[in-house]
């Protein structure tokens, strides 16, 4: 599975931003897809997953701002970010997991300005 990333960019304080995450194939029909970020000096961490039954999990900094969401057909998950804040700058990260698979995207920075 190859995972390809779009949507980064420089974003305003309190302005929206969208991510993509494109996956070459869902090989099988158990499978989570999720975006992580990783701010320069600290560990990645989770922003929010989706599984494939649709049940979706958050991080606390990001609930109420963030909505994960995917289109089944294009094998895609997104990643709509609002009210944004200078500490979501980050390179962020597309993540399939299935079994033993684990596979991440190349990322794709996003800058918040105060």
């Known amino acids: 599975v190859q995972l390809a990333e779009s949507g980064g960019g420089l974003a305003q304080y309190g302005g929206p931003l969208r991510l993509s995450c494109t996956a070459s194939?869902?090989?099988?029909?158990?499978?989570?897809m999720g975006w992580y970020r990783q701010a320069p000096g600290q560990v990645r961490e989770l922003v929010a997953k989706m599984n494939s039954a649709g049940h979706a999990v958050y991080a606390e900094s990001v609930e109420g701002r963030f909505t994960i969401s995917r289109d089944r057909s294009k094998k895609t998950i997104y990643l709509q970010m609002d009210s944004l804040k200078p500490e979501d700058t980050a390179v962020y990260y597309c993540?399939?997991?299935?079994?033993?698979?684990?596979?991440w995207g190349q990322g794709t920075q996003v800058t918040v300005s105060s």
């Open positions: 194939d869902t090989l099988f029909s158990l499978f989570t």
């Open positions: 993540n399939y997991r299935s079994g033993h698979i684990n596979e």
